[in-house]
């Protein structure tokens, strides 16, 4: 299949699953998540903002779980718009308090707020998961507003627990995400929010203490903030390429930064390689080099397209760096070398 032909197959895909997620769309509400790379940022406090904000333009708004956690400036927040009684739940002689989804399926407000989203519910409610809730409020046509951290995202909770050493819990499925109508990053540097858990804005005293010498380190949240960041990225370039396809637009903006990575002469060296670029850009326009035994450029793979080296143009080499080569060994010990390139893309 040629290069031309595969991007025509590409853009009709999105087209068509744009068209798909339009038409089962009718009825539905919209779903605004409020993101962050931990607790403590403000997604609470960012959720009932935005909510009074639409109650203030005349949009019924109701709270069905909005925690606190004992803040008092959120509590004040709280006590701004009308709340929905939490259900009474028996769970081992404890009695527990879960949302009520019934009763907001009754009341139907056009907004209503859920917490937590990750959340685990009670044995014997409808649901297992509060994200499953939100899905039926959603299928019955009200918007919702919720809560997510970096850490119960599915996809990444394997590496929020290198990250931290803490076990991840509950997780929502990268699909709720990728769905959202609308993803709000709330996000203060690993200072403030260590500042804010010194000053007992996020837990009490004693569990704060705790939580600054593990969880919340400044290396753990410096790399959680990055985590956060790039899935936003993510997000958004996945949510621009699917304009433009649609648009059919295709002229070449430089807004990015794609990896080029280069090996040679065995054809081993393609096994690192190509997990290499997949790694970095998801597939999407990674670059790729093999280089000759005498380390001149033997040809240029992007996607599905593969041209001679002579055909890489001057203006996309004037934009290339070559930070370092490191010589490697393949299988059974054939040597070769990798070059890393970045380029503006």
């Not at 779903?31 to 962050?36: E, N, S, T, Y």
């Not at 997949?278 to 040809?299: K, Q, T, V, Y």
Request: glycine letters at 8%.
């Amino acid at each position: 299949m040629s290069s031309e032909t595969h991007l025509d197959s590409q853009r009709a895909d999105r087209i068509l699953a744009s068209i798909r997620r339009e038409e089962s769309r009718p009825g539905r509400g919209l779903l605004k998540i409020f993101f962050g790379m931990a607790p403590g940022v403000g997604k609470t406090y960012a959720m009932l903002e935005a909510a009074i904000q639409a109650a203030d333009k005349g949009v019924q708004v109701m709270i069905g779980v909005a925690e606190s956690h004992g803040r008092e400036d959120t509590m004040r927040l709280i006590g701004r718009l009308p709340r929905l009684p939490m259900k009474k739940v028996a769970y081992r002689g404890v009695e527990m308090e879960e949302f009520d989804l019934e009763e907001a399926l009754r009341v139907k407000p056009q907004l209503i707020l859920v917490d937590e989203l990750a959340h685990t519910n009670v044995p014997g409610m409808r649901h297992r998961k509060r994200y499953q809730d939100v899905e039926d409020l959603l299928a019955a046509g009200i918007d919702v507003y919720t809560t997510l951290n970096v850490q119960h995202l599915e996809s990444r909770s394997d590496t929020v627990h290198d990250i931290t050493a803490a076990p991840v819990q509950e997780t929502v499925p990268d699909s709720v995400l990728a769905e959202a109508d609308c993803i709000q990053l709330v996000d203060i540097t690993p200072e403030q929010l260590r500042t804010r858990l010194q000053e007992g804005k996020v837990y009490s005293a004693p569990q704060a203490s705790a939580a600054l010498d593990h969880f919340f380190k400044e290396s753990n949240l410096t790399a959680l903030r990055e985590l956060a960041l790039r899935i936003m990225a993510e997000k958004v370039d996945h949510e621009l390429t699917e304009v433009r396809t649609i648009s059919g637009d295709r002229s070449i903006w430089r807004s990015g930064e794609r990896l080029m990575v280069a090996g040679g002469p065995r054809p081993v060296a393609h096994q690192p390689l190509a997990f290499l670029g997949e790694r970095h850009d998801a597939g999407r326009g990674a670059l790729a080099f093999r280089i000759g035994d005498d380390d001149g450029l033997a040809s240029f793979h992007r996607g599905h397209a593969a041209v001679r080296g002579s055909q890489v143009d001057a203006d996309r080499r004037s934009h290339m760096r070559v930070p370092f080569v490191v010589p490697a060994r393949g299988a059974g010990g054939v040597p070769y070398r990798v070059a890393l390139f970045r380029s503006r893309a």
